[in-house]
Antibody
Framework: EVQLVESGGGLVKPGGSLRLSCAASGFTFSSYSMNWVRQAPGKGLEWVSSISTGRNYIYYADSVKGRFTISRDNAKNSLYLQMNSLRAEDTAVYYC????????????WGQGTLVTVSS | NFMLTQPHSVSESPGKTVTISCTRSSGSIASNYVQWYQQRPGSSPTTVIYEDSQRPSGVPDRFSASIDSSSNSASLTISGLQTEDEADYYCQSYASNNHWIFGGGTKLTVL
């Protein structure tokens, strides 16, 4: 059974940092691109970042570029999101999502971890 | 990047049919696949349609979708509405700068 379990969320002050983790199981993690998607309270889904299987291709939404860093450890079946210079508008539930290329879609999502940026 | 615009909300009665639109602001809707996700309250999103019109196994055939180049939009149609279909629905597509774009979401209320 495919499982994605996020952790690392919490309350952080503006300007602070946080590192999210996503533990993957039930599939060959190294064979899939992975994504972070966030959802602010009561709002819609916003794609944050993606990373290819071999970390060759990394992309960020303009809203987080230069502040967030996505990474992965295929040996540990884990995805990470280092978030620096956090702002109130980064407050959201952060989901990790597996990206299937065939067929194309985000076919598995974690349960999400809540990040709250507030003083 | 283009935007995907969805109606904020739609409502319909059980047993009826509802259609949710997703309009691409620039570039052709046909240039990249469109996916549709369902998000029930308190849950993570799940795929109900991938690659414009394909249904994952386990998704009822009451769910169908298409794209229309003339209106540059995608549409998700749910027939025989059931109360369990009440959820938020999001369209998604891929942009040429390797970014994923989500629509703003549509809240479906089954009255």
């Amino acid at each position: 059974e495919v499982q994605l379990v996020e952790s690392g969320g919490g309350l952080v002050k503006p300007g602070g940092s946080l590192r999210l983790s996503c533990a993957a199981s039930g599939f060959t993690f190294s064979s899939y691109s992975m994504n972070w998607v966030r959802q602010a309270p009561g709002k819609g889904l916003e794609w944050v970042s993606s990373i290819s299987t071999g970390r060759n291709y990394i992309y960020y939404a303009d809203s987080v570029k230069g502040r967030f860093t996505i990474s992965r450890d295929n040996a540990k079946n884990s995805l990470y999101l280092q978030m620096n210079s956090l702002r109130a508008e980064d407050t959201a539930v952060y989901y990790c999502a597996r990206e299937s290329s065939s067929p194309e879609n985000f076919d598995y999502w974690g349960q999400g971890t809540l990040v709250t940026v507030s003083s | 990047n283009f935007m995907l615009t969805q109606p904020h909300s739609v409502s319909e009665s059980p047993g009826k049919t509802v259609t949710i639109s997703c309009t691409r602001s620039s570039g052709s809707i046909a240039s990249n696949y469109v996916q549709w996700y369902q998000q029930r309250p308190g849950s993570s999103p799940t795929t109900v349609i991938y690659e414009d019109s394909q249904r994952p196994s386990g998704v009822p055939d009451r769910f169908s979708a298409s794209i229309d180049s003339s209106s540059n939009s995608a549409s998700l149609t749910i027939s025989g509405l059931q109360t369990e279909d009440e959820a938020d629905y999001y369209c998604q597509s891929y942009a040429s700068n390797n970014h994923w774009i989500f629509g703003g979401g549509t809240k479906l209320t089954v009255l």
